[in-house]
């Protein structure tokens, strides 16, 4: 039931954001905005976020590597593909990392173990994302960061980054666990698993060679997602620098990813107009550079909702004999 209401709640509000973003657009703008798309950069975008696909599935994969019997790269891709469609296309509160964690967790027979490791991989990748952020701010953060804005941000994420090299501590995990989680574990079942996968880590720290991998993976996945966000925009004519959209995009992927709406629609434009805006790009081409991102994923997931119905059938097929 309370799946079923908060499923509703996030339709509600996505159909609420997109509503607000689009009740002042101008539409013949929008529509000539996307009609004048350059099909060379754009396509430049779509091999370079394939490209990201095979190098976030490697990045699961190499996780996979804690368990003795890893499933292979091309099942996990599979599962990959469908917990992406998980993710982007349907309103449900299942998260699509949880799909894709049960039947990699499956395959190496540990369920609980699955989840939790693509737990971890979506870590990796805010840990990532964190990473280029406060590279690009202190290279060319004064190109969008105004005034005290630079420093806020500055701030933040070295408190972030300092506090993620601190859990990496026993010591401290045991001292912060006790200092303010033990007290609301309690009263948010989320942060039970949240504990869980943190205690999973650290029973699985010693093999740091696979986190290093992943998190070199990372690096390059996510070049290449930010990289085939400029070629979007290029194939609009929008003129903002590449370094530029290493601070844009992180704060638009992490603020996407606060689940209050369906597959983020809504959050995520809402955040591409109002930071391009600043700009001087206009809502309708900040829109269309959003929608013809998000697209692609689109796009790529229907591969993976078709393996997902594949899986099913194949299973009623064994069931049936």
Request: glycine fraction near 8%; avoid cysteine; hydrophobic fraction near 55%.
């Amino acid at each position: 039931m309370k799946k079923t209401a908060f499923t509703i709640l996030r339709v509600l509000i996505t159909a609420i954001l997109l509503y607000i973003i689009f009740r002042n657009l101008n539409f013949a703008q929008l529509k000539s905005s996307l009609y004048s798309l350059k099909l060379i950069p754009y396509a430049i975008a779509v091999l370079l976020i394939i490209g990201n696909t095979f190098l976030l599935t490697e990045r699961v994969h190499v996780l996979f590597s804690v368990f003795k019997n890893r499933p292979s790269y091309f099942k996990t891709l599979k599962y990959y593909l469908i917990g992406l469609f998980f993710n982007q296309t349907l309103p449900t509160s299942i998260g699509g990392d949880s799909i894709k964690g049960y039947f990699l967790g499956k395959d190496v027979g540990d369920i609980a173990g699955g989840i939790i490791i693509t737990f971890i991989d979506r870590v990796i990748g805010v840990i990532t994302m964190l990473f280029y952020l406060f590279i690009a701010i202190l290279i060319g953060g004064y190109r969008i960061l105004q005034g005290k804005e630079f420093f806020y941000l500055l701030a933040i994420v070295i408190l972030i980054i300092i506090s993620v090299i601190l859990l990496f501590s026993h010591r401290f995990s045991r001292f912060f666990y006790s200092l303010t989680f033990k007290k609301v574990e309690h009263k948010f079942k989320f942060l039970h698993q949240v504990k869980e996968a943190y205690k999973f880590f650290l029973s699985t720290k010693k093999e740091k060679k696979i986190y290093m991998l992943s998190f070199i993976n990372s690096i390059f996945a996510q070049i290449l997602l930010v990289v085939a966000v400029y070629f979007v925009s290029i194939s609009l004519g929008i003129n903002i620098h590449l370094l530029d959209y290493f601070i844009i995009m992180p704060i638009i992927f992490i603020v996407s990813m606060i689940p209050i709406s369906i597959g983020g629609f809504g959050v995520r434009e809402g955040v591409f107009v109002y930071i391009l805006g600043r700009y001087g790009v206009s809502s309708e081409k900040a829109l269309s550079l959003s929608l013809l991102f998000i697209i692609i994923f689109i796009v790529i997931s229907i591969i993976g909702g078709v393996s997902y119905l594949t899986l099913h059938k194949e299973k009623g097929a064994i069931n049936g004999k």
